[in-house]
């Protein structure tokens, strides 16, 4: 599966919190784990535009990677 | 499995043939084996496919990642160059960490790692050397350059690994602890020496808080990170200046509970085993687990299959992790 753009609306419900997927990607879970903290934090679009950009950093440099793969699944279906 | 409990001479033996490894041992064996392709760190715990839990300094445990890795360098990195330890990575493959226990490095990588930069991009496997129980105090933990014999107390070592293309890493835990059903503990500050907590949003102190409690502080605490279960185990509570002092750094916002007890280790490794892990032996390129679950769950001469490794003082999938498995298995694509 590709990967969405960053503008696609998943990133930002995961990264705010707004929507919990049962995810396998160990790396994509501790991260994501911090970023809805931070979000949480401080929700300005800065912040949430930051987060979105670490996590598909980590979805982009790993596209190859299984669990990576059915993440995306289970993100964007 | 590419890990092997061997002999120092068999081990010695191989390292002149050129091969990739990641040795684990007692300093008195490290210290015996010749130079080559390798680094090492101390620690005399092992789970081995023969015999289960063993100690001893007569054997090392060693991991071939020869014919996995298309190539493999070594770093040394302290704290003047260690926020940099993902961002160097391979761009295609993993790198190896090891870290004497409670040196400079280890404290600074176990607070401040999930904020250097790339944290989770390049995958970052390995474990905290250690010393023979008896040895604490005495001794301490160290890492070994095979390529130059040095070995090093402060700083840490990491081998950058070179997949092919054909390949990718993938790091796994297995973690025996959940959640349980009882108070949520949230820290005011990172730390791995803690005074004050809220409980369920109430102002107290720990130490206090855990005696009164009558906590089981062989169970760790356990965050959940959507989903990732990770555990904070505690070492000691002082009564006297009202401290209680971790393995590894609680977080600030963090929202911890105090673990479910588990049963039998070995019972409960096997039901997670099936529940959770879908993987092939041949797959799996490196483990480790807690010297606290090696001592708390009575590990010696039993087996935790198909994993085996070190026993380690803290072990490392991305971030540090406290009585976890963790293992790295490398995929075809």
């Known amino acids: 599966m590709n990967l969405p753009e960053k503008t696609h609306q998943g990133w930002h419900d995961l990264v705010t919190g707004r929507k919990v997927s049962a995810l396998k990607s160990l790396a994509v879970r501790m991260l994501l784990g911090r970023l809805t903290l931070s979000v949480q934090e401080d929700s300005s679009p800065e912040n949430i535009a930051a987060s979105i950009d670490q996590l598909y950093e980590v979805f982009a440099k790993n596209a190859h990677t299984p669990s990576i793969q059915e993440d995306l699944k289970t993100i964007f279906g | 499995m590419r890990q092997h409990f061997m002999s120092i001479a068999d081990a010695s033996a191989i390292i002149e043939e050129g091969r990739t490894l990641i040795l684990a041992g007692d300093e008195s064996a490290l210290r015996q084996m010749p130079q080559g392709d390798w680094i090492g760190g101390t620690i005399p715990y092992f789970i081995t496919d023969e015999h289960g839990g063993v100690s001893t300094r007569e054997k090392v445990f060693v ?116 959640q349980g059903d009882g108070d949520t503990l949230v820290f005011p500050a990172d730390g791995f020496v803690v005074k004050s907590v809220l409980v369920n949003g109430e102002k107290m102190n720990l130490a206090a808080y855990l005696l009164d409690k009558k906590l089981d502080t062989r169970l760790p605490l356990v965050a959940d990170y959507s989903g990732a279960r990770v555990n904070i185990s505690f ?36 039901q997670r085993l099936k529940k ?28 935790t299959d198909p994993f085996t490794g070190p026993m380690t003082f803290g072990e490392i999938a991305y971030q540090l992790l406290n009585q976890t498995l963790v293992y790295l298995q490398v995929h075809e694509v």
């Open chain 2, 63 to 178: 991991t071939d990642l020869t014919g996995v890795v298309t190539g493999a360098k070594i770093a040394f990195y302290d704290q003047s160059n260690l926020s940099r330890v993902y961002a160097e990575g391979p761009q295609h493959g993993f790198s190896f960490i090891i870290i004497p226990a409670s040196n400079m490095t280890h404290l600074f990588f176990a607070l401040k790692a999930p904020s250097f930069k790339e944290f989770g991009v390049r995958p970052l496997i390995g474990w905290i050397a250690g010393v023979h129980l008896d040895d604490l105090g005495k001794k301490t933990p160290k890492v070994f350059n095979g390529q130059t014999g040095e070995a090093f107390e402060e700083g840490a070592l990491v081998l950058q690994a070179e997949l092919p293309a054909n390949k990718v890493a993938e790091i796994g835990i297995m973690n025996l602890f959940e």
């Open chain 2, 276 to 303: 959770e892990c879908s993987l092939e032996a041949d797959r799996v390129v490196f483990s480790c687990n807690c010297i606290l679950n090696y001592l708390y769950s009575e590990l010696e001469g039993k087996k």
């Open chain 2, 235 to 270: 070492q000691a509570i002082n009564e006297a200046d009202g401290t209680v002092q971790f393995y590894a750094p609680v977080f600030s916002g963090v929202r911890y509970k105090h673990a479910k007890p588990v049963g039998d280790y070995i019972q409960g490794f096997e």
